[in-house]
Nanobody, 124 residues
């Protein structure tokens, strides 16, 4: 079993920065692909960014150039550095993991392990 625990959410003004962390425990082979998703009120959960164990990354178009996803395979921890935050980035951010590598296409349903979520609020 894999346990994911996020931290680092909070409130910030537009243009500010936040760094999210997600500590994973359990068999490391079950976290070959790790990702960040977010869900705003009344909207579906959407992918933000992903990274696999070989450090291949993918980003949603809406966050490219502003967000950076990294991982520390020794600590089994995932990070999301969010810069130039906008009010539309306001959402609950979830960390997720799956055993297979990320690949070129995936959905939230492909991930079997989820964190509890952390709130990010960006005010204008």
């Amino acid at each position: 079993q894999v346990l994911l625990v996020e931290s680092g959410g909070g409130s910030v003004q537009a243009g500010g920065s936040l760094r999210l962390s997600c500590a994973a425990s359990g068999p490391t082979y079950r976290t070959n692909c790790m990702g960040w998703f977010r869900q705003a009120p009344g909207k579906e959960r959407e992918v933000v960014a992903s990274i696999d164990r070989s450090a291949t990354t993918r980003y949603a178009d809406s966050v490219k150039g502003r967000f950076t996803v990294t991982r520390d395979n020794i600590k089994n921890t995932l990070y999301l550095q969010m810069n130039s935050l906008r009010p539309e980035d306001t959402a609950i951010y979830y960390c997720a993991a799956k055993q297979t590598y990320c690949g070129s296409s995936y959905t939230a349903g492909d991930f079997g392990y989820w964190g509890q979520g952390t709130q990010v609020t960006v005010s204008s």
